[in-house]
């Protein structure tokens, strides 16, 4: 396991900015993926966004430490993770967001993301209830955007997750509006809780990676096909041109 620490504290927003360039950086140079046939390392940048205090860098913290250390403000950032699943280096980019102030800037970042990441997870707390209201938000923010960007079926794939389920004494979300609104959706659902365990959290994010290779699969299988359509059509057109040139 290898777990990349920027060496200084800093603010949430600037720690994920260093994230962003170092997850590119791991990208361009992941040295078996360009060169050796099949790539064995497989990078997954993943997006949690949400509204304040509903434990994105809890969960990222418990993700890529195991641990909950309860206070998340000027702790050094920690972002990129790298694993063996399933006899493959998979190396988890996590960009822990901040809640936009307003709408502009909301629609802007959405739209860095939805540059950047190969999937989301939308954070909101089972305790407070307009954390739900901003992850409804945001779900439609990112359909409608990806939509626009690439048609439909263009959104990377969404988890959601309620967190705070030790909390459950206080709740104002209950589990089946969660599971409603991923099911309508269309995304996977996960109700955990940061401080508890690491089980559920490893769960959420192993989910999404699941999604994020189904999607991948999805998008190669035309452009497989699509290939050797190519393939074909070069080699009968070579042959044409053969039999011609044998002929004159
Ligand atoms: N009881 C409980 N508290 C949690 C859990 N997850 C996070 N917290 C607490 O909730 C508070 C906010 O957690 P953060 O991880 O900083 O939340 P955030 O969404 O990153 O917050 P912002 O950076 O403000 O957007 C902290 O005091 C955490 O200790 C959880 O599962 N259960």
Redesign the pocket.
């Known amino acids: 396991m290898v777990v990349r620490e920027s060496q200084r504290p800093g603010t949430?927003r600037s720690r994920a900015m260093e994230g962003l360039q170092r997850s590119r950086t791991m990208e361009g140079t992941s040295p078996r993926s360009r060169s050796e046939g099949p790539p064995q390392r497989v990078d997954a940048n993943i997006a949690l966004i949400?509204?304040?205090?509903?434990?994105?860098?809890?969960?990222?913290?418990r993700f890529l430490t195991r641990r909950?250390?309860?206070?998340?403000?000027d702790i050094e950032s920690i972002h990129s993770h790298c694993d063996m699943i399933d006899g493959r280096e998979i190396c988890f980019n996590i960009w822990?967001?901040?809640?936009p102030q307003n709408e502009g800037i909301a629609d802007h970042n959405i739209t860095k993301q939805l540059q950047w990441a190969d999937g989301f997870i939308l954070?909101y707390?089972i305790c407070d209830r307009s954390s739900f209201s901003v992850v409804e938000q945001q779900v439609r923010r990112l359909r409608g955007q990806a939509r626009t960007r690439g048609g439909p079926g263009a959104t990377p794939p969404i988890i959601i997750v309620g967190?705070?389920?030790?909390?459950r004494h206080r709740r104002t979300v209950s589990s089946e509006e969660g599971r409603l609104l991923a099911l309508t959706a269309d995304c996977g659902f996960f109700e955990?809780?940061?401080?508890?365990n690491y089980h559920g959290v490893l769960l959420a994010f192993h989910g999404l990676l699941e999604l994020i290779r189904e999607t991948r699969a999805l998008k190669k299988g035309p452009a497989g096909i699509k290939g050797i359509v190519r393939s074909v059509s070069a080699v009968f057109g070579r042959r044409r041109n053969d039999a011609k040139d044998a002929q004159d």
């Open positions: 949430k949400g509204a304040e205090d509903v434990g994105k860098s809890a969960l990222t913290v909950f250390i309860g206070e998340y403000g822990d967001s901040v809640c954070v707390s967190n705070k389920r030790d909390l955990i809780s940061a401080a508890e």
